[in-house]
């Protein structure tokens, strides 16, 4: 992996930058391709943003600027139609006696300068475990298909034209032990308290804790993007004596998130802020940007087998293929509901679940190949950097 942003990746950060502070709009450099940038930004939901900064430039081609207008009116329709559709699931809901919390996006969007700047591919909403199949009666009641039903730690639902929505019962799955404990506590309390609506509401503390928790769970998976930086910049800038109150550092230290959250917003401020850069943040700064909005399948192939490295590459591989081929009782659950109630049958799963695996071949062949094709180089790379950024800390 390389260690440093390249040309392009630094102009679009640059426009970014500019949409946030008002500044003027850098001229294009030579070394730098619009076509690549706008790539670029796609890759990372945040060409809605940047079209803010390239609407006025003259020497953008017409269909250049006509795909950065489209990501635009996109990200102005979703701002539009999913605080309505969060207005009518939140009434529904109150109407089936339903508790409910959104989280995430909303909160973040409040933040920036514009609330369609802060596109949002769903809506995330909690709600407490027993309540799965009322909710997933009142969401088809008005207007969605159930695209995911299993008995899992989350439900998608989808209306047209843009509404996708994940109705949780609870944040975290296990692998992230620090913060499922946290949060499953945290759900607990939050839905046995007395209150005169179904619609939860928490603390600021509470909510952007949990933005810093979702964030770290994408960067040690598959990866995260822009998008989340610019998250946490935002929330840097607009609430400062929250991000440095003793309350919300004391969330983030019960899940071991404080160092992680230190280095990411320190990035932050390297990239839209005025902090002079170091190694370590260029590295951090490149692994960001070819990990996308959410990260990738290789990346998170490579995540998982550089967690385990400890000196011997091909232990690592192969921890992570046995740990592929015999998922813990966790993951299984949520693709057998069965196991929550027999969960002494899971080796009995392990057979059913090779079957679906040799139906899904080619995908599964390609997690294989992307194991194999690790280098030693590249485990010992991410494991130092995930080690330094507080993201592997055991």
């Known amino acids: 992996?390389?260690?440093?942003?390249?040309?392009?990746?630094?102009?679009?950060?640059?426009?970014?930058?500019?949409v946030l502070h008002g500044l003027p709009v850098e001229e294009v450099p030579k070394n730098v391709n619009m076509e690549t940038v706008f790539r670029i930004a796609h890759f990372h939901s945040v060409a809605n943003m940047a079209y803010y900064a390239v609407k006025n430039m003259k020497n953008l081609s017409p269909e250049?600027?006509?795909?950065?207008?489209?990501?635009?009116?996109?990200?102005?329709?979703?701002?539009?139609?999913?605080?309505?559709?969060?207005?009518?699931?939140?009434?529904?809901?109150?109407?089936?006696?339903?508790?409910?919390?959104?989280?995430?996006?909303?909160?973040?969007?409040?933040?920036?300068?514009?609330?369609?700047?802060?596109?949002?591919?769903?809506?995330?909403?909690?709600?407490?475990?027993?309540?799965?199949?009322?909710?997933?009666?009142?969401?088809?009641?008005?207007?969605?298909?159930?695209?995911?039903?299993?008995?899992g730690v989350q439900d998608v639902y989808f209306k047209p034209p843009v509404m996708n929505v994940e109705i949780h019962n609870n944040l975290f799955m296990e692998a992230m032990k620090n913060s499922v404990d946290y949060y499953k506590d945290f759900a607990k309390k939050l839905f046995s308290e007395n209150s005169?609506?179904?619609?939860?509401?928490?603390?600021?503390?509470?909510?952007?804790?949990?933005?810093?928790?979702?964030?770290?769970?994408?960067?040690?998976?598959?990866?995260?993007?822009?998008?989340?930086?610019?998250?946490v910049y935002v929330l840097c800038?607009?609430?400062?004596?929250?991000?440095s109150s003793e309350s919300f550092l004391n969330i983030l230290k019960e899940q071991k998130l404080d160092e992680f959250f230190k280095h990411i917003s320190n990035l932050s401020k390297v990239w839209f802020g005025d902090m002079e850069s170091t190694p370590l943040y260029d590295e951090m700064g490149?692994?960001?940007?070819?990990?996308?909005?959410?990260?990738?399948?290789t990346g998170e192939i490579l995540n998982r087998v550089s967690e385990d490295y400890k000196g011997s590459l091909a232990k690592s591989k192969v921890s992570n293929v046995m740990k592929r081929c015999f998922p813990p009782l966790y993951i299984m659950k949520t693709q057998y509901r069965w196991l929550k109630k027999y969960p002494w049958l899971l080796p009995v799963s392990y057979p059913m679940r090779f079957g679906a695996v040799l139906v899904h071949r080619r995908k599964n062949l390609d997690v294989f190949s992307n194991t194999a094709n690790v280098s030693e180089e590249e485990a010992k790379q991410i494991n130092t950097?995930?080690?330094n950024t507080g993201i592997f800390t055991d």
């Open 286 to 297: 490149a692994y960001v940007m070819i990990s996308g909005t959410y990260g990738t399948r």
């Open 196 to 231: 005169k609506t179904c619609r939860r509401y928490i603390s600021d503390e509470e909510a952007y804790a949990y933005v810093i928790a979702h964030t770290s769970k994408h960067y040690r998976g598959g990866g995260t993007g822009i998008r989340s930086v610019l998250d």
């Open 64 to 151: 250049l600027l006509k795909k950065w207008k489209e990501e635009y009116d996109k990200a102005q329709l979703k701002d539009v139609v999913q605080r309505i559709e969060l207005n009518l699931i939140s009434k529904t809901f109150e109407q089936e006696g339903i508790d409910h919390l959104p989280v995430k996006g909303f909160v973040l969007k409040e933040l920036y300068p514009k609330s369609d700047m802060r596109a949002m591919s769903d809506l995330d909403i909690l709600i407490p475990p027993d309540k799965a199949q009322n909710a997933r009666d009142a969401m088809v009641k008005i207007g969605y298909t159930v695209e995911h039903y299993d008995g």
């Open 385 to 387: 950097l995930h080690k």
């Open 1 to 18: 992996m390389r260690k440093s942003l390249n040309e392009n990746e630094k102009y679009l950060i640059s426009l970014l930058k500019s």
């Open 237 to 243: 800038e607009k609430k400062p004596e929250l991000v």
